[in-house]
């Protein structure tokens, strides 16, 4: 049985002599294992990264390193339960963070991506996900060398599929994601966004052994679970009160519920937005009134020179 436990992430250090030899285990399989067919597969350093992520999590649970003869396709983990687990991973730079930073000064929550084409592919019949994250040396290749100190694990927590199916946000390909401070993506592939804070939390990573079929069936019946950031959905709130949708009753709900007190940044530049209003007070639509509100939620900026 399941113990339940805050999504922390547990981080592994795998920059010692001991995490070099797993790095170098993970290496040995991408080498032998590297799959260039399949639509959306991953490259060869992610693929690397996975193996190096159930190798890990394989030592930490006191299993056989993986089987070469007979690795399933569907999963990578069997559970003593029967419980089949696949170990997500994916790696960067920086070390996993809960929370990051941006220029208005609320924290955007972590999330976790899955490629679409094979969340709902019923040949990989893996019954939960495990989430991890790894922070590579600068080239990002295995297996790096014994005197680069970046290479740490972070096992985030685990989720049921059919929560990810039930809960999880699908966003086709040009959807925008946002980075950090002031960097957007758009998803070049089918994606579901499931966020950290809503993940099952391990206190130790052996302690997944005592995940059992119960377990995974309790998940998968919880109640949805917001997978925005808090300050994404006070800008849809925004949006859909513009739209006739929702109230300004709605928006206090959400900045409440969410505990967002400061202003969020819109998508777009603020002088944009500016520019909308100076038009429309040319059109006799607004008055200064509206620009001064304006101002004091999104001020105007100037140009004041480039920095290099």
Not at 33 to 53: D, F, I, S, V
Not at 78 to 88: F, I
Not at 149 to 172: D, Q, T
Not at 289 to 302: G, M, Q, T, V
Request: proline content about 5%; charged content about 25%.
């Amino acid at each position: 049985m399941y113990t339940s436990a805050e999504p922390k992430p547990i981080e592994v250090d795998l920059s010692t002599a001991a995490g070099f030899e797993l790095r170098k285990q993970a290496s040995a399989w991408l080498e032998k294992h590297l799959n260039t067919t399949g639509a959306q597969r991953a490259g060869k350093n992610e693929q690397g990264y996975g193996a190096l992520a159930e190798i890990v999590v394989r030592k930490e649970l006191g299993m056989e390193p993986i089987k070469e003869e007979d690795h399933p396709v569907g999963y990578d983990i069997l559970l003593p339960s029967g419980v089949k687990v696949d170990v997500k991973c994916r790696g960067g730079d920086f070390p996993f963070k809960e929370t990051y930073e941006s220029s208005d000064g609320i924290p955007r929550e972590a999330k976790h991506n899955f490629f679409a084409r094979q969340l709902h592919d019923p040949s990989l019949d893996a019954d939960v996900f495990l989430l991890t994250h790894l922070t590579v040396s600068s080239k990002g290749e295995l297996p790096g060398s014994l005197r680069e100190k970046k290479w740490r694990l972070y096992v985030c927590g685990w989720v049921s599929k059919k929560r990810v199916l039930s809960e999880g946000v699908y966003l086709p390909p040009q959807s925008l994601s946002e980075q950090g401070k002031s960097s957007w993506m758009s998803y070049q592939y089918h994606q579901v966004e499931f966020y950290n804070k809503n993940l099952n939390g391990l206190a130790r990573i052996v302690d997944l052994n005592g995940l059992d079929k119960a377990d995974v069936e309790t998940d998968a019946a919880k109640p949805l679970s917001l997978h925005l950031t808090a300050a994404d959905a006070v800008r849809i709130t925004h949006d859909l009160i513009g739209r006739g949708i929702l109230k300004t009753e709605h928006l206090d709900f959400v900045k409440r519920e969410l505990g967002v007190a400061k202003v969020v940044r819109p998508i777009l530049h603020a002088n944009q937005y500016h520019h909308l209003l100076e038009w429309l007070k040319q059109k006799g639509k607004v008055g200064d009134e509206d620009l001064a509100r304006l101002s004091s939620e999104a001020p105007k900026e100037p140009f004041s020179g480039i920095s290099s």
